[in-house]
């Protein structure tokens, strides 16, 4: 390296930018009071002497013929929704990071997958720095039975770590979590963002090497006192989020970065005294707990993925009391909200900035798609004009700036979904009706612009 006599730098806890000198805000990724001290020299045989890990052991490069047709080898968690997270099922030989708040409930999922990856006859290893073999035993009585393929160890030095795993020959080793593993070859403390850089190097190395699947956990707090997993973004093969409100019991996986398949696919659980359990029927689920006859609530269907899911959502709207219009979006985007409020008011001339708002994705599952534009819509003229809306209603579709309502894809998909679960009347954009086969028990009512909306209402 050329900075070799460069014995420390600043690097930034948010997303390891370096610095040869301190500065109040990171260049990079604009956080304030981020950047930390710390050593780069590296000595020892436990550290890795470049940034990058070595894939593979063949040096010489080759044309893709000659590469042998192994294939990508699939084993699955146990766990559908996981599962689908990750493109169906694990990939061997991946390195895979599972981030989220502390006590969301990423060690709890973890374990229950080393539960049943284990029944299914593969060897996991546990690994933890946070609890003691007493803790997890505790918490693992509570979630389900462990064979003996399921080995548990407490450790938190990357060189032992390293020596175990030839001897144990796992299929799949759990590294909870990233920032409590220390690798001698590195002099920052634990959880800094060099430690959890230089030792993920190690494992992604060791992963490609010998064909062991990594699930790493890695903390994210909003201080960003510990380094932030998103130092690790661009090193690991898929980053998951495991997130919600940890008061509420719904947990929502989230793929954010995914080799192996799509990004798109949320897994659903629910925390409960028994660990998490899937949630099979994430719509029925959401929608549980509607009120009826209400106004400013309506239902409408967004895409997670391959999978719809119909949400509700509520508006509440009325005269504002300060010169400033308050607006509120829980569950959605607040400025997705505000631009169809201007329209509403340019294009039916309606005077929304007159009215405070407050609109609600309820069931606590973050969803920005468009197609949720009609229902927003629908949902605070609703509101606007106190007058409830049937509840058998689906509405969605994208609003455009002049008011129209566009097509959205996989309007049929949508339209099962809002079936299968009861509903009869379905509002949609009209250029997705024309391409769909009207299925029986629904009547579905094409929508061109919003002044056909609020004629409706
Ligand atoms: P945990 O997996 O320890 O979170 P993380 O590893 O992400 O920090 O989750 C801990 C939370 O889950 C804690 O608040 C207790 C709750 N919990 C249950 O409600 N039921 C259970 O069966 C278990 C094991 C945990
Ligand atoms: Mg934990």
């Not at 996986?253 to 696919?265: A, D, H, I, M």
């Not at 895409?303 to 400033?324: D, H, I, K, S, W």
Request: net charge neutral.
């Amino acid at each position: 390296m050329a900075s070799s006599k460069k014995k420390t730098a600043f690097f930034c806890q948010e997303c390891g930018y370096e610095s040869a000198k301190w500065t109040g805000q990171c260049p990079v990724c604009r956080a304030w009071n981020t950047m930390v001290e710390e050593p780069v020299k590296m000595t020892g045989t436990g550290g890795m002497a470049g940034r990058t890990a070595r894939i593979g052991q063949d040096r010489m490069p080759v044309s893709l013929s000659a590469v042998k047709e192994g294939g990508e080898v699939r084993f699955p968690t146990g766990f559908g929704e996981l599962d689908r997270v990750l493109g169906g099922g694990i990939v061997k030989g991946s390195l895979i990071l599972v981030g989220g708040d502390p006590g969301i409930g990423k060690s709890t999922l973890l374990l229950q997958a080393t539960a049943n990856i284990a029944a299914a006859g593969h060897r996991v290893l546990y690994i933890s720095g946070e609890e003691s073999l007493h803790q997890i035993k505790l918490r693992a009585d509570r979630v389900g039975s462990f064979g003996d393929n399921a080995r548990f160890l407490c450790e938190t030095e990357l060189d032992t770590i390293t020596q175990i795993l030839p001897r144990e020959k796992p299929d799949l080793v759990i590294i909870d979590s990233i920032q409590t593993m220390y690798n001698s070859g590195v002099q920052s403390a634990p959880g800094s963002v060099s430690q959890v850089r230089e030792t993920t190097a190690v494992l992604l190395r060791l992963a490609k090497e010998t064909g062991i699947t990594f699930f790493i956990v890695g903390h994210v707090t909003k201080e960003g006192t510990v380094a932030g997993p998103r130092v690790l973004e661009h090193m690991v093969d898929t980053v998951l989020y495991f997130e919600g409100d940890r008061y509420a019991s719904y947990r929502v996986l989230r793929g954010v970065k995914n080799r192996f398949g799509s990004t798109n696919e949320i897994g659903i659980f629910e925390m409960g005294s028994a660990g998490l359990q899937e949630v099979l029927n994430p719509s029925e689920y959401m929608l549980s707990g509607r009120p009826v006859g209400a106004s400013g609530s309506i239902v409408t269907c967004s895409m997670e993925g391959t999978r719809p899911l119909l949400t509700e959502v509520q508006a509440l709207v009325f005269q504002t009391n300060y010169g400033y219009p308050k607006r509120q979006a829980t569950g959605t985007d607040y400025n997705r909200v505000n631009l169809l409020m201007a329209v509403l008011e340019k294009r039916l001339g309606i005077p929304m900035s007159d009215y405070d708002a407050y609109i609600n994705l309820a069931g606590g599952v973050r969803q920005t798609e468009p197609a949720l534009d009609l229902g927003i819509v629908m949902a605070i003229l609703s509101s606007f004009r106190n007058t409830p809306l049937p509840d058998d209603m689906v509405a969605f579709g994208e609003v455009g700036l002049s008011g129209e309502v566009r097509s959205v894809t996989m309007a049929e998909a949508r339209v099962q979904e809002a079936r299968k679960l009861g509903f009869t009347t379905c509002l949609l954009p009209a250029g997705s009706l024309a391409r769909l086969k009207a299925p029986e028990s629904m009547r579905l009512i094409g929508i061109s612009g919003l002044q056909q909306v609020l004629d409706y209402i």
